[in-house]
């Protein structure tokens, strides 16, 4: 597939290089289109070592090629993260005035908006008005994300996270018959995992990390950003799945098409995981559970003492252990084979085995369909766009190593390989 990625000039346009990488590594053939003042915020030299492509910056480059016509027939998707107020408003009064704006209107192919701008420039009456226009004539807008923006403003103006952005985009070329790598523009399926197998299936994602409280200002949890699961997620839904996301204290966009359960707890997480099961075809429990919670909740704030020789004194906190969720899940599905179920295990070696030894030992013990094995640091994985994980199916010695790649790499090579079991296994999403 053939991408224009216009930048415009913004902050955030250090996060369009995240969202270059995710489409390069897809496979597709993407030429960045930065404006003039883009380019004051991240380099040319850096748009051209990640696409691999010359950059195209003014409509005074390469004129034989007649680039501000050519780049936006030939495209097969025009996407444009971040999305300033002021780009937004020239394109919806179809002004020419760079190259980007030129390919916008030569473009016959999807486009896609990101917007990121302050609170108060989005919800202006002049952006809305030229968002509501933009859409009118069939430009996919996405809504910005809320959280913290440029210095200490927070609410909604933050751009995306690319992994969404990604997302829609293949959304955006799906529903236009254009061809993602693997997918033939005809419909035709080829048998290598295309982006439209996962059609009518009903998954079901867990992400995040459960926070088991201690008091009302205290809790028990983990480094997990939830990143992982919500690019599992995303990846489901561009392929065509419903797909239900139980998020565990994870501050990111939903990815859209999504449908999103917030819990806390991992007792909260068992429990919208029971309810949200009846006709799901495949559990990925991607969240970090806490292994263990307080006994006893402190309806106050724990004080510290500061009587004489007090000084270090600490409270002492008994904790239970929380239930093992994935395994009780396939306890409860017996010897059948329905839904397929997908364990995540975060792993570090230590004297008694590496990485894939503790892996192993784990999915015997879980019983699961899939383990992905997650190598896991201070510095490592937790947080991180990249990460390098071994995929493990019972009965194989061999494992499949994916990585170091993006969140949404390894996505797409666990819903390959839940593909392959659906295929490959007998019944294994049978009867769903």
Not at 204 to 227: Q, Y
Request: aromatic share 4%.
């Amino acid at each position: 597939m053939r991408v224009v990625l216009g930048v415009s000039g913004g902050i955030a346009a250090y996060k369009a290089a995240l969202l270059l990488r995710l489409l390069t590594e897809a496979g597709h053939e993407v030429t960045v289109v930065p404006t003039a003042a883009a380019l004051r915020f991240v380099g040319e030299p850096t748009w051209a070592a990640l696409s691999g492509r010359p950059v195209a910056t003014d409509v005074w480059s390469s004129v034989h090629e007649v680039p501000h016509v050519r780049l936006g027939q030939e495209a097969d998707l025009v996407a444009v993260a971040p999305a300033t107020a002021d780009l937004l408003a020239r394109a919806a009064t179809g002004q020419a005035d760079d190259l980007l704006t030129n390919t916008l209107l030569t473009a016959r192919c999807p486009v896609l908006m990101a917007p990121a701008m302050h609170t108060e420039m989005w919800t202006h009456p002049a952006t809305q008005a030229n968002v509501s226009l933009l859409r009118e004539r069939g430009v996919h807008v996405l809504d910005p994300a809320a959280g913290r923006l440029t210095g200490a403003d927070t609410g909604p103006g933050r751009l995306p996270e690319p992994e969404a952005i990604f997302a829609a985009a293949l959304e955006c070329v799906a529903g236009h018959g254009v061809a993602s790598p693997g997918v033939a523009a005809s419909g035709a399926l080829p048998p290598d995992g295309p982006p439209a197998d996962l059609t009518g299936r009903h998954v079901l994602v867990s992400a995040g990390g459960t926070r088991e409280p201690l008091d009302p200002v205290r809790f028990l949890g983990n480094r997990s950003s939830g990143k992982q699961g919500y690019a599992l997620a995303a990846v489901a839904a561009a392929r065509g799945a419903r797909v239900t996301l139980v998020s565990a204290n994870a501050s990111l966009p939903v990815p859209p098409g999504v449908d999103v359960v917030e819990i806390e707890t991992a007792l909260e997480l068992q429990d919208a995981v029971r309810e949200a099961l009846p006709g799901v075809d495949v559990i990925v429990m991607a969240a970090a559970v806490a292994d263990f919670r307080p006994r006893a909740y402190q309806d106050n704030k724990i004080k510290k003492t500061h009587g004489p020789g007090q000084e270090d004194a600490a409270p002492s906190v008994e904790l239970v252990r929380n239930p093992d969720i994935l395994a009780g899940l396939v306890a409860d599905r017996g010897t059948g084979r329905t839904p397929l179920i997908v364990g995540f295990a975060a792993e570090t070696g230590d004297d008694s085995g590496d990485v894939l030894t503790h892996a192993r030992a784990k999915l015997e013990r879980k019983g699961c369909d899939l383990l992905v094995a997650n190598e896991v640091g201070r510095d490592v994985t937790f947080g991180k766009d990249d990460s390098l994980v071994h995929l493990l199916r019972p009965g194989q010695d061999e494992a499949r190593t994916v990585g170091p790649a993006s969140k949404t790499v390894i996505a797409a090579a666990v819903w390959d390989e839940v593909v392959q079991l659906w295929t490959a296994v007998p019944g294994v999403g049978a009867g769903q």
